[in-house]
């Protein structure tokens, strides 16, 4: 009997998967973007030491065409948080024009239309 309950207990620690937004999600040539793009995980890991990941919403969606990612700190208040390209490089929303702000606006921010959030993980 005590062997039975160790072999369930080790199979069902082992058949339990990674199973969050990101890791489901294949963007940017990589699988689980959270994990596997470097300058993301960089960004989040420098935000769990300083204990404020709770803090952030990253949220993946299209900009003309393009995957971007808008990282947000929740408790700001901003208009235009910082946003990133698949490299890591950021986006200029300033030289949007206002139709292609109200598209970003709707698709990656807005309530019920926004791209998945990644961070915090679900």
Request: glycine residues 6%; aromatic residues 8%.
């Amino acid at each position: 009997m005590k062997n039975l309950l160790l072999f369930s207990f080790l199979a069902f620690i082992l058949s339990c998967k990674d199973d969050t937004v990101s890791s489901r999600l294949d963007v940017c040539g990589v699988k689980d973007p959270v994990r596997n793009l470097p300058w993301l995980k960089a960004k989040i890991d420098s935000l769990k030491a300083e204990k404020q990941d709770q803090a952030l919403m990253v949220t993946v969606g299209k900009l003309k065409g393009e995957i971007v990612f808008d990282y947000t700190m929740i408790y700001m208040s901003c208009n235009v948080c910082d946003v990133y390209r698949c490299d890591g490089t950021r986006v200029d929303l300033s030289k949007l024009t206002q139709e292609e702000m109200q598209e970003f606006t709707r698709t990656v921010r807005g309530k019920g239309t926004r791209g998945p959030v990644i961070w915090p993980e679900k």
